[in-house]
């Protein structure tokens, strides 16, 4: 299998743990053609609580880590969960709470990115 093809496996894989878990405004940004990015593909959700946004991280750990045997290089906030970051390398996922993902307006920083919204 090469790289894309494992690459879009994470990536659905990610979408369907979200899907289960009821995140909202999934939104993945393609950064491959962007000079410089940190990765190719960021995706963002919304949980509506600290208790969603820990469930939907959870989620995506657990079914990549099962389905894909793959796990993630590095995650953050966890300690809150206003916000976690999960850093597969070539794919990072932020959970944002409501309010958070308002704040931060991630979306803008990547205003150049082919961009494709699931729901």
């Not at 990610?14 to 410089?36: C, Y």
Request: glycine residues 4%; contains cysteine; negative net charge.
């Amino acid at each position: 299998m090469n790289k894309t093809t494992e690459k879009q496996l994470l990536i659905d894989k990610i979408v369907e743990a979200i899907q289960d878990t009821k995140g909202e405004e999934i939104m993945i940004f393609d950064l491959s053609k962007i000079e410089n990015s940190v990765a190719q593909t960021f995706i963002i959700c919304t949980g509506n609580s600290n208790t969603q946004v820990s469930a939907i991280s959870g989620n995506i750990e657990k079914k990549v880590r099962n389905e894909l045997q793959d796990r993630p290089w590095h995650v953050e906030g966890t300690e809150n969960s206003l916000w976690v970051l999960l850093d597969y390398v070539s794919v990072v996922v932020h959970v944002f709470q409501r309010e958070t993902r308002a704040y931060y307006d991630i979306e803008e920083l990547w205003g150049d990115a082919e961009i494709t919204k699931i729901n």
